[in-house]
T-cell receptor, first 114, second 117 residues
Framework: DVKVTQSSRYLVKRTGEKVFLECVQDMDHENMFWYRQDPGLGLRLIYFSYDVKMKEKGDIPEGYSVSREKKERFSLILESASTNQTSMYLC?????????????FGPGTRLLVL | AQSVTQLDSQVPVFEEAPVELRCNYS??????LFWYVQYPNQGLQLLLKYLSGSTLVKGINGFEAEFNKSQTSFHLRKPSVHISDTAEYFCAVSDRKLTGGGNKLTFGTGTQLKVEL
């Protein structure tokens, strides 16, 4: 079974802090994604990565950065957390096949910024 | 650019009754379509997907969906729901790609299915 793990289920941070959210997958997937999920807005893509050291902006990259130094790990960084970044963050991974491949999701990290 | 509309934010239904969750999409190119489910305090998992071929797609847990190109819809159905089907359901769309590469998904805003006794 594909397993996508996220470093924390719940995080509480203060405004201005630097926040790291870690995601690890164990299926050798090329693609990895970071989404945020907010009530009434569904999932919105923040950043994604097709390969090690490669990254592309999603729909809402402002205030975030990412790092992918190893294939299995994809980190989301909030350089200076703000209250409007309070949200559920979901990581996903998928194989880079010829056609559309299923995305597998982690359990999510619920971040509260005070 | 694609978009997905899930008009119903909440759908209450009694156990053993049938249910339909609606999804409409907009895209200028051919698409792949997905339904994901999110149980409380969990990540999303794939219910079913339409890539090509038969427009009626069967998924896990007795769910099915029908791709209707003329109506740009991909409604999810189950003939008899169970209390354990209570969850949030997300419809998603992706551009068709014939070469390898990223598979960005655009999600709808979700439909909360609440099954009552």
């Amino acid at each position: 079974d594909v397993k996508v793990t996220q470093s924390s289920r719940y995080l509480v941070k203060r405004t201005g802090e630097k926040v790291f959210l870690e995601c690890v997958q164990d299926m050798d997937h090329e693609n990895m994604f970071w989404y945020r999920q907010d009530p009434g807005l569904g999932l919105r893509l923040i950043y994604f990565s097709y390969d090690v050291k490669m990254k592309e902006k999603g729909d809402i990259p402002e205030g975030y950065s990412v790092s992918r130094e190893k294939k299995e790990r994809f980190s989301l960084i909030l350089e200076s957390a703000s209250t409007n970044q309070t949200s559920m963050y979901l990581c996903a991974s998928s194989h880079r096949g010829l056609y559309q491949e299923t995305q597998y999701f982690g359990p999510g990290t619920r971040l509260l910024v005070l | 650019a694609q978009s997905v509309t899930q008009l119903d934010s909440q759908v209450p239904v009694f156990e053993e009754a049938p249910v339909e969750l609606r999804c409409n999409y907009s895209s200028s190119v051919s698409v792949y379509l997905f339904w994901y489910v999110q149980y409380p305090n969990q990540g999303l998992q794939l219910l079913l997907k339409y890539l090509s071929g038969s427009t009626l797609v069967k998924g896990i847990n007795g769910f099915e969906a029908e791709f209707n190109k003329s109506q740009t819809s991909f409604h999810l159905r189950k003939p008899s729901v169970h209390i354990s089907d209570t969850a949030e359901y997300f419809c998603a769309v992706s551009d068709r790609k014939l070469t390898g590469g990223g598979n960005k998904l655009t999600f709808g805003t979700g439909t909360q299915l609440k099954v009552e006794l």
